[in-house]
């Protein structure tokens, strides 16, 4: 069985912080047994927050000499995939073999899709041909292109990343699901249980199977808010404003995919998921504090056998 990988967010404090405090910070996450951190990427959302998934993993993985950074999930559809397979390219020179890239397709916020000149409903169509095009570039091949949204002679991107940058698919949809089978190195699981899991580990296998793609490397995984703290309630309280003030939806939506509690209950929540064919986790920890989710992440690792 592959190495199971677990890793936690990268926290404000950790990017925007004085330098020897965030460095504190990642040598804590390290110490723990933490594989990786994790970003997110929003350009503008809901009420303007938001975050650059790659500036961010460039910012991680050069404040720490051995922790891998996935970004979970990049927006690819509000680039161009040329100027990404380069700022991809220039990270993995930097810090070759620590960079993941998990792609999505976004959605809560329509509005953030369109004020970037993207029509939401084109967004699906997008990211499949700009995966299309990016893992070959990544391979250092040379590339033309004409397509329903880009158009192309001869591009090269160069130097190819060693070892290659594995892209990991998000969403909980069939079309992302197909997605992961065509163009990713895994899926990453949001919001589902183990059961479905599963069967999503069998159905990109067919489906890789049938593009074509022999011997794929998988490395699927799994996005999770969780809560930490002995008591559970408070836990709860803390998973649900959190949730709440992010998504915008009730946290009913979300619990029954959300636990809170201890680490040892979180880990349980979570070893079904192993089971079923995860090996990376993304654990966003609510805890209170940046230390404090950081040890409980490290100990459900250590429960999980990670």
């Given at each position: 069985?592959?190495?199971?990988?677990?890793?936690?967010?990268?926290?404000?404090?950790?990017?925007?912080?004085?330098?020897?405090?965030?460095?504190?910070?990642?040598?804590?996450?390290?110490?723990?047994?933490?594989?990786?951190?994790?970003?997110?990427?929003?350009?503008?959302?809901?009420?303007?927050?938001?975050?650059?998934?790659?500036?961010?993993?460039?910012?991680?993985?050069?404040?720490?000499?051995?922790?891998?950074?996935?970004?979970?999930?990049?927006?690819?559809?509000?680039?161009?995939?040329?100027?990404?397979?380069?700022?991809?390219?220039?990270?993995?020179?930097?810090?070759?073999?620590?960079?993941?890239?998990?792609?999505?397709?976004?959605?809560?916020?329509?509005?953030?899709?369109?004020?970037?000149?993207?029509?939401?409903?084109?967004?699906?169509?997008?990211?499949?041909?700009?995966?299309?095009?990016?893992?070959?570039?990544?391979?250092?091949?040379?590339?033309?292109?004409?397509?329903?949204?880009?158009?192309?002679?001869?591009?090269?991107?160069?130097?190819?990343p060693k070892p290659p940058v594995p892209i990991a698919i998000g969403g909980r949809s069939s079309a992302a699901v197909r997605r992961a089978g065509r163009h990713g190195d895994g899926w990453l699981g949001v919001w589902c249980s183990p059961k479905r899991f599963a069967e999503v580990v069998r159905e990109t296998a067919a489906i890789a199977a049938e593009a074509g793609r022999g011997n794929v490397d998988w490395r699927h995984g799994l996005q999770v808010w969780t809560a930490c703290d002995p008591n559970r309630d408070l836990a709860r309280a803390r998973l649900a404003a959190a949730m709440e003030d992010m998504y915008?939806?009730?946290?009913?939506?979300?619990?029954?995919?959300?636990?809170?509690?201890?680490?040892?209950?979180?880990?349980?929540?979570?070893?079904?998921?192993?089971?079923?064919?995860?090996?990376?986790?993304?654990?966003?920890?609510?805890?209170?504090?940046?230390?404090?989710?950081?040890?409980?992440?490290?100990?459900?690792?250590?429960?999980?056998?990670?």
């Amino acid at each position: 069985m592959a190495e199971l990988r677990i890793g936690t967010l990268g926290t404000p404090r950790m990017l925007r912080a004085p330098v020897e405090e965030r460095r504190s910070l990642l040598a804590r996450a390290a110490d723990a047994g933490l594989s990786h951190l994790f970003v997110a990427d929003h350009v503008s959302f809901f009420d303007g927050r938001g975050m650059d998934g790659l500036v961010n993993a460039a910012t991680l993985l050069a404040s720490h000499p051995s922790l891998r950074v996935y970004v979970g999930v990049y927006l690819l559809a509000l680039r161009h995939p040329l100027p990404v397979a380069r700022q991809i390219a220039s990270l993995a020179e930097s810090a070759p073999g620590r960079l993941t890239l998990g792609v999505g397709v976004g959605g809560e916020d329509r509005h953030e899709i369109e004020i970037c000149g993207v029509d939401p409903a084109t967004r699906g169509r997008r990211t499949d041909e700009s995966l299309a095009v990016l893992r070959p570039l990544l391979a250092g091949e040379r590339v033309s292109h004409r397509g329903e949204f880009f158009a192309f002679d001869d591009a090269l991107i160069r130097p190819a990343p060693k070892p290659p940058v594995p892209i990991a698919i998000g969403g909980r949809s069939s079309a992302a699901v197909r997605r992961a089978g065509r163009h990713g190195d895994g899926w990453l699981g949001v919001w589902c249980s183990p059961k479905r899991f599963a069967e999503v580990v069998r159905e990109t296998a067919a489906i890789a199977a049938e593009a074509g793609r022999g011997n794929v490397d998988w490395r699927h995984g799994l996005q999770v808010w969780t809560a930490c703290d002995p008591n559970r309630d408070l836990a709860r309280a803390r998973l649900a404003a959190a949730m709440e003030d992010m998504y915008r939806t009730p946290f009913a939506r979300f619990e029954r995919y959300s636990p809170a509690g201890s680490a040892a209950e979180i880990a349980d929540f979570l070893a079904p998921y192993a089971d079923a064919g995860c090996r990376e986790f993304n654990v966003m920890c609510i805890a209170e504090s940046d230390e404090a989710g950081i040890d409980a992440v490290g100990e459900i690792r250590r429960r999980l056998g990670g």
